[in-house]
């Protein structure tokens, strides 16, 4: 009997999640399959779940009408680059928040943190006079130096500040007797051991630089040079409406290598987050 109460319960739980997870999984749905529909099948009442005719034609528009590749490509590289220069940066000055005592620090840590009290629309002038200057207006350079020295690398730094944190001293103590240093002792042991918290932040930095919107209508003027959620309002007919067949089908390849991010490092994602809190 007992067998079958915990059973039934499993059930039931999981039919409470399937309830719960409809919200979150139906936009995504409508999104995909109204690029495969008709203009006029999108806005039908009833509403319909499946294309009843389903096409690729608003795929093969949406290279049409903006070079759609290019500026796929261009988010691509620019997130990776970003996500890469973040963990070096981040992993860096936790560790060295974490680890190495010197006069100042807990200051000049909530310092740090004060750049998450910061909007990004409070600093857009000052940094586009700054790279108006430097003569790197239209080009990606700003879209990778601000995120990775930035203001967006605070909360990177503070995730691995907590997961180093939380490493015995018995580890560095180890490593000091076989005779490493400081940087030998971060490369070898503190790094390895942080991949869960690494992987947190690789999520967070990838999706904050894969939805950047306002940095790039800022800075980046050419279509050839823009990025996907920039690209994604240029897709209007002559009178600036909405083309929504095109913009579904061009939102769907967008939010592919979120999923599949997201995807591939859902167990370090939420083991780094778990990390983070563990002492402070």
Known sequence: MSRDLSRR??????????????PFVFPTWWMVTSSLKPVADIFAFPPQLLPVNPRLDAYR???ELQPFGQQYVNSL????VVTVGTLAVSALAGYAFAR?????QNLLFLVVLAGLLIPSEVTIVPLFQMFFKLGLIDTHWPLIV???FGAPSVLATFIMRQFFISLPDELE???RVDGLGRFATFWRIALPLSR???GAVAIFTFLHSWNLYLEPIV???SPEKFTLPQALTQFVDAYGGPMWDVQLAAASMTALPVLVVFVIAQKQFVEGLAHTGLKG
Do not use: T
């Not at 319960?9 to 409809?22: C, M, Q």
């Not at 190495?100 to 100042?104: A, K, M, P, S, T």
């Open 9 to 22: 319960a499993k059930l039931a739980f999981y039919g409470a999640l399937l309830v719960l997870a409809i």
């Open 77 to 80: 590289y620019i997130a990776l």
């Open 196 to 198: 869960p918290a690494l």
């Open 61 to 63: 528009r949406v290279f």
């Open 146 to 148: 601000v995120p990775i």
């Open 219 to 221: 800075f980046l003027s």
């Open 173 to 175: 103590e180890a490593a």
């Open 100 to 104: 190495i005592r010197f006069r100042g």
